[in-house]
């Protein structure tokens, strides 16, 4: 699994401790030894326990245990412990303890949309979108994937999106569609995938050659007829559905034979509630 680089974690330390600790410097423990332990107080799909684990290591502690990211645990069980001493304890304790709040937080979001979805549709792909906040995507993609999903776009060089906003510069959609063949052609290995908002929209690029038709916000009874007539119209096009898709709904978007769930709201949720414990060694 993705994990994040030295100089990220060192960013994060610099950032919370840029002239030391000034608490434990006047009390005058910092060379006391003791022991750090971090626990599930919920369910929780672990994350960023790689991170945290370096990051503690970074400011002088030693990790006597650490179970991986991507594992599902229950309510009360310790996953880190490190020993040291306690300026390097209260060092590197609220950082790791907010990467690993942040990161199994959308972990568990992602695990029990994975969860919900695959439950009705066994192969359907649970896939995340750029809608990260800025400066934090590299936790976020390992996040996503800790909990079973993987990125729809980890940017623009990668991949062929269209969006109604670039047709529109080409006169519409269907003046865009008969430029498929052109685009294939220079772009071999990258498949095409054409955003459609109705129903209309998507029988046009089911019949055009487009690799994946993406359905966004279209719901309900629209969305069941929708699939059927792109499947009766072109049995090799991959279908995707994008908007307002979450951990309530996401079965009922699995059920309507989709192959991909594209979504942003596994970024925005509580974080998972991370007990912490520092005791003297």
Not at 203 to 232: C, F
Not at 239 to 246: H, T, Y
Not at 250 to 269: N, Q, W
Request: glycine residues 10%.
């Amino acid at each position: 699994m993705y994990c994040l680089p030295d100089y990220d974690i060192e960013r994060f330390i610099e950032e919370d401790l840029p002239y030391g600790d000034l608490t434990t410097h006047l009390l005058g423990i910092g060379q006391q030894s003791g022991e750090i332990s971090f626990s599930t107080r919920h369910e929780t799909m672990l994350c960023c326990t790689e991170e945290a684990a370096r990051l503690l290591e970074k400011c002088g502690c030693s990790i006597t245990q650490q179970t991986p990211s991507g594992t599902l645990l229950g309510a009360g069980e310790t996953f880190l412990k490190a020993i040291g001493s306690a300026q390097a304890l209260h060092a590197g304790w609220k950082v790791a303890v907010n990467l690993l709040e942040y990161g199994s937080g959308i972990a568990t979001r992602t695990a029990g949309i994975v969860k919900a979805a695959r439950d009705i549709n066994p192969c359907i792909a649970v896939l995340t979108t750029r809608k990260t906040f800025p400066g934090t995507k590299k936790l976020a993609i390992k996040a996503i994937t800790a909990g079973g999903g993987l990125p729809h776009r980890l940017g623009l060089s990668e991949t062929v999106l269209v969006f109604k906003q670039h047709t529109a510069f080409l006169g519409g959609l269907e003046p865009f569609l008969s430029l498929l063949a052109d685009i294939r052609l220079k772009a071999r290995e990258t498949k095409i995938i054409v955003e459609a908002e109705n129903h209309e929209e998507a029988l046009l690029i089911a019949a055009s050659g487009a690799d994946i038709v993406q359905l966004d916000k279209i719901k309900g009874t629209e969305l069941n007829a929708t699939v059927k007539a792109i499947r009766a119209a072109n049995p090799d096009i991959q279908i995707s559905a994008a908007g307002g898709i979450n951990e309530m709904n996401a079965a009922e978007f699995a059920a309507t034979g989709i192959d991909i769930i594209v979504l942003s709201s596994v970024y925005f949720g509580k974080p998972s509630d991370i007990g912490v414990s520092i005791i003297p060694a």
